[in-house]
């Protein structure tokens, strides 16, 4: 599990977009080691997902712009889970190596 933030930094992020970017490269290399076997790794790495997140963060100011930001443009958490199914629904040798996936507003 990724994040849109593996794709794009911003100034006050740097932290948590260098640990979702480190997530796509231990994947990638997991993928390439796991070849002689045939396996398959995805990297999901969605937008604003309609979860609990705005709630959870307890920094002053920043829980409200977090929370403003999923009101107006968040993605339903089934949709999230369309795109995981999908990923593993394909045959054995096709491999889904990452969804990258936001909100349209």
């Known amino acids: 599990m990724s994040s ?5 930094a911003n100034p ?9 970017i480190g997530i796509w490269v231990n994947v990638e290399a997991l993928r390439q080691e796991m070849k002689e076997w045939s396996g398959r790794t995805t990297i999901l790495s969605p937008g604003a997902v309609d ?3 705005p ?10 712009m977090i929370a403003d930001f999923y009101a107006n443009s968040s993605i339903p958490a089934d949709s999230f889970a369309h795109a995981a199914v999908f990923a593993l629904r394909q045959p054995d040798n096709v491999g889904i190596n990452e969804i990258l996936f936001r909100p349209t507003a």
């Open 55 to 64: 709630q959870s963060i307890k920094a002053e100011g920043v829980s409200q």
């Open 12 to 20: 006050v992020g740097d932290v948590y977009c260098a640990t979702k």
């Open 4 to 8: 849109v933030a593996g794709h794009v």
């Open 51 to 53: 979860t609990g997140l």
